[in-house]
């Protein structure tokens, strides 16, 4: 078949469309790809933040084996949950509250251990959580309010299965909530209730590696702030103004010597955390977590 330049030229026109069509559309695929790889490494990179954070049970149990004493006063009085109405305040001090459970547990003080649950249970079902609390769960710490370890696992499953709860719900704005009150309350009641003139160098290096937690609670604050359906912008803000006074505190990861396991040839390399904070770094960040900790405890 002759064909004329014409007909040519038209062939050639659609050969060239076809394939800048075909380019084109390799390219969005790529670009596609490309954008769910970035999505789903971001998405794993939350996720990462999110499930290394320490969490209100264990920040008060690693300040309890700091030295820390009983001090009923520093609790948030349970007399105050009715007055939680807003969303954010309950998800606040349920924070909160976990951690003065966790607190009463360490010290054997079954009473107040039951309050707190109780007011955290409400809190619980203000904030429509309910179901992250097992049936039972209350019942089964009156049976084992004497057993401290008992106490302490029952605590530890509650608050994990809120913890789960929410995120598997996708409520990551009411997690961060809690998370951040119960973190808060942890280094209110470290600060307040190990004075200054018995600190140990473990305890401040506790108070300073805490500098990693905020930070983190922070950079899950920025990522989700405009996709969590819930107003993050205060506590952004409150836990912003605590990061700054944790600039100057340095944590520096230093390399031990190997250690050689001869018999199983098996070699471990060793490390340790050096963290750098003066007396007055720790004063300013205590007063501040103290200012925090009251702002968010109070009622209006």
Known sequence: MNLNIHQKLSLLSIAFLLFVSTS?????????KDQQLTEQTQKLEKQKIFYSLTTPIELVALMNQMGLFYDESVLNPTDNVAKYTTANKQAVNL?????????????????????AFEASK????????????????LNRIQDNINQKDS????????????????????????????????????????????????????????????????????KLIEVYQDESGV??????????????????????????????????????????????????DIKAISDKVKELRNKYTQVS
């Open 122 to 137: 409400k809190l619980a079902d203000g904030l429509g959580i309910t179901d992250a609390y097992e049936a039972g769960a």
């Open 231 to 280: 107003d993050l912008t205060e506590i952004r803000k409150d836990m912003t103004e605590l990061n700054k006074l944790y600039e100057k505190v340095q944590i520096t990861l230093q390399s031990g010597a190997p250690k050689e396991d001869k018999g199983i040839h098996k070699t471990t390399l060793t490390s340790s955390t050096q963290v750098t904070i003066s007396t007055e």
């Open 151 to 218: 106490l302490l696992k029952i605590i530890s499953e509650c608050l994990s299965n809120t913890d789960a709860y929410l995120k598997d719900n996708y409520r990551v704005g009411i997690s961060l909530l809690v998370l951040s009150g119960g973190w808060i309350e942890g280094l209110y009641i470290a600060t307040q209730t190990n004075g200054s003139k018995n600190m140990s160098p473990n305890f401040s290096s506790l108070i300073g590696e805490q500098k990693i937690s905020l930070e983190n609670i922070l």
């Open 95 to 115: 924070g909160i509250y976990a951690a003065d459970l966790t607190y009463c547990s360490l010290f054997s003080q079954f009473q107040a251990t039951l309050k």
């Open 24 to 32: 084109c559309n390799n390219s969005q695929d790529e670009e596609a």
